[in-house]
């Protein structure tokens, strides 16, 4: 029997491990799987784990310890098997609150300990001496920073509904110390908590705190209050005309999109965006739907003729749906609109021959550069190996698996063909709100959005009314218009060497 261990604790096919557990497990039982679990390679322990935990093995072959035990393992494979047979034995929750409840005091977690108790926390997330505890300890001044973080981040993976009125508390508190003040307010948009309200709009209403926070308190509070206060309007304009920062103007562009602009809004929001590549008009414009005035119509559809003469390029669909919720008075004036997305697609076939030469002899040091820069905005939402952001696909080996060609395509015409896994979808929920992104998560009940500014929110499925898969990439389009010839080449040839 232990030369059968010693065989399955070489490199054998994973199907291979389990049929020779299985047979370990018939003929021997219980004694021969004990064995196993002392092995020294996590598969076999994952194996005997499984194997001890069903019959004919009785309900008490396996002692609660030796499952706790394995939540620390550095073996990702043989922590989550633990985690599943833990919570297959709800009597065994006493021992599982036991170790966070002692995790929850531990001044220092190793990384260990912190996977682990993040597991627990999650695996258990449903048992109110769980959240009571995780509650607690988030709420009182006597945690430290470190853990604090920690407890926001596991709560915010969680799915529960409603959230415990504990947790909430504990935001509510983490709010007030500035230490974790963004995290919290962070982590109750992702969550989607109603209950702070009055809290975040004071938060939002004040220019001592840090504008992108407070941009963040508002995202919060948006779908519920969609007209904004002058306060707040300014500090997402200001957001909005941050040049330097691209997430900002990304966040500022979000809430912006979703509150209900006064006429003079939308145009001040669309004059500040002039020029700029990475904000779509299109994402103001769902909030322009309440005109009355012929002046604003008449001056919105002129600036919207300029921004489409510019670099906005929305697809005709875009367009149509923008159309369709306008007054009757500017219903009338979209023809030339339409005219200028016809002229725009006579056009297109033309820009791809026009940029193609761009697609030899750059310089990749430099284009390196420019995918950094903020102002080609690349890396904030594409990654190469380490660095970058989360929100389009990694692009470390693009040159391998896409021809220059088709590279250039995608700067050009983000929405003509969408990579696999990065569609972005729009959610409409039972309240009429709408939100956009990808899907980063989801599970039956829950799904996850992610947005271009890669913030995150979790959406109750049985709260969903419609959910489309948008036309439009959250890539925005007209990129290389805020380049120079140069540059683009540049680009061109650092991501064409990708391999
Ligand atoms: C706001 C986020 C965002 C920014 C900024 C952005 N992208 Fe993208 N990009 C995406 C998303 C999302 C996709 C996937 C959907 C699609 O194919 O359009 C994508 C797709 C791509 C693809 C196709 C990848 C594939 O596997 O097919 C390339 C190439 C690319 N982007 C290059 C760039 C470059 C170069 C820049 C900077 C000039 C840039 N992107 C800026 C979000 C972004």
Redesign the pocket.
């Known amino acids: 029997m232990l030369a059968l261990c010693d065989y399955l604790a070489g490199q054998p096919d994973r199907f291979l491990v389990l049929a020779l557990l299985y047979v370990v497990h018939r003929l021997d039982g219980a004694t021969a799987l004990q064995a196993a679990l002392q092995s020294e390679t996590p598969r076999v322990q994952k194996a005997a784990l499984l194997l001890l935990d069903q019959p004919p093995r009785s309900r008490g072959s396996l002692a609660p310890e030796q499952v706790i035990q394995r939540i620390t393992a550095s073996d990702e494979d043989l922590r989550q098997t633990a985690l599943r047979v833990l919570q297959r034995h709800p009597e065994w929750v006493k021992q599982a609150t036991a170790l966070i409840e002692r995790w929850l005091h531990q001044p220092d977690l190793t990384t260990e300990e912190q996977t682990g108790l993040r597991g627990l926390l999650l695996a258990f997330q449903h048992d109110a001496a769980v959240q009571q505890l995780a509650g607690a300890a988030l709420a009182s001044e006597q945690t430290p920073s470190a853990l604090r973080f920690f407890l926001l981040k596991s709560m915010s993976q969680c799915s529960l509904n409603p959230l415990p009125p504990s947790w909430v508390e504990g935001f509510a508190r983490a709010i007030e110390s500035p230490a974790t003040r963004r995290l919290a307010v962070q982590t109750v948009a992702t969550l989607r908590v109603s209950s702070l309200d009055e809290r975040l709009t004071r938060l939002a209403e004040d220019a001592s705190e840090p504008a992108d926070l407070r941009v963040e308190a508002l995202s919060v509070i948006v779908c519920r209050k969609p007209e904004l206060s002058n306060r707040a309007f300014d500090v997402l304009l200001q957001q909005l005309s941050a040049q330097t920062n691209t997430v900002a103007r ?1 966040a500022a562009s979000e809430v912006l999109q979703r509150s209900r602009l006064t006429d003079a809004q939308t145009l001040g929001a669309l004059q500040t965006i002039r020029g700029d590549t ?1 904000i779509s008009p299109g994402a103001l414009l769902g909030a322009f739907q309440v005109s009355t005035g012929v002046e604003a119509t008449a001056m919105l559809l002129e600036q919207l003729a300029e921004l489409m003469r510019g670099s906005w390029q929305p697809s005709r669909q875009e367009l149509e749906n923008l159309v369709v919720r306008w007054p009757a008075e500017a219903r009338a004036g979209a023809g030339a609109l339409r005219g200028l997305l016809q002229e725009r697609d006579e056009q297109a076939r033309g820009r791809l021959a026009r940029f193609e030469p761009l697609l030899a002899d750059g310089n990749t040091v430099n284009g390196r550069a420019v ?1 950094f820069s903020s102002k ?3 890396s ?3 990654s190469i190996g380490d660095a970058g952001g989360k ?3 990694d ?1 470390t080996k ?1 040159g391998a698996i ?1 021809s220059g060609r088709d ?1 250039l395509e ?2 050009l015409f ?2 003509a063909s ?2 696999q896994g ?1 569609e972005s979808y729009r959610v409409k929920i039972a309240d009429g709100e709408e939100l956009s992104g ?1 899907i980063v998560r989801q599970t039956a009940d829950t799904v996850v959005l992610r947005s ?1 500014s890669a913030s995150e929110v979790q959406i109750w499925r049985s709260q969903v009314q419609e959910m489309d898969r948008a036309a439009t ?4 389009e007209g ?1 290389e218009q805020g380049m120079t010839p140069e540059e683009f080449r540049d ?1 061109l040839a650092f ?1 064409q060497s990708l391999k």
């Open positions: 990304l990475l995918f080609a905005a690349c904030i939402c594409h929100v389009g696909p692009l693009v896409r590279i995608s700067v983000p929405s969408l990579a990065y990808i271009a990439s959250l890539m925005p990129l680009l991501l």
